[in-house]
Nanobody
Framework: QVQLVESGGGLVQPGGSLRLSCAAS????????MSWYRQAPGKERELVAS????????NYADSVKGRFTISRDNAKNTVYLQMNSLKFEDTAVYYC????????????WGQGTQVTVSS
């Protein structure tokens, strides 16, 4: 069955770094665009970063540009989110998403990993 398993979250001080990983299984990873979303308490889920299936074109929310980097390793079926210069407002649950659009739209979510930025 399809699985997206996030890891790498935790508690970090402002200005620190974390790297999130999302290991995928149960589908052809290289055919899917991959994204990271986040949801803070009381707020809607928002797109943080995405990377296309072909060409590895990336896109970022304005709030994380220059600080976060999304990448993928198709050989390992894994997508990463390198987060640098973390801020209090980056505190949220981070979710991995896999999406393939075509005749049918396939959309999968991980269970989320907590990132807390606190001094």
């Amino acid at each position: 069955q399809v699985q997206l398993v996030e890891s790498g979250g935790g508690l970090v001080q402002p200005g620190g770094s974390l790297r999130l990983s999302c290991a995928a299984s149960g589908f052809t990873f290289s055919n899917y665009a991959m994204s990271w979303y986040r949801q803070a308490p009381g707020k809607e889920r928002e797109l943080v970063a995405s990377i296309t299936s072909v060409g590895g074109v990336t896109n970022y929310a304005d709030s994380v540009k220059g600080r976060f980097t999304i990448s993928r390793d198709n050989a390992k079926n894994t997508v990463y989110l390198q987060m640098n210069s973390l801020k209090f407002e980056d505190t949220a649950v981070y979710y991995c998403n896999a999406r393939r659009r075509g005749i049918f739209d396939y959309n999968y979510w991980g269970q989320g990993t907590q990132v807390t930025v606190s001094s």
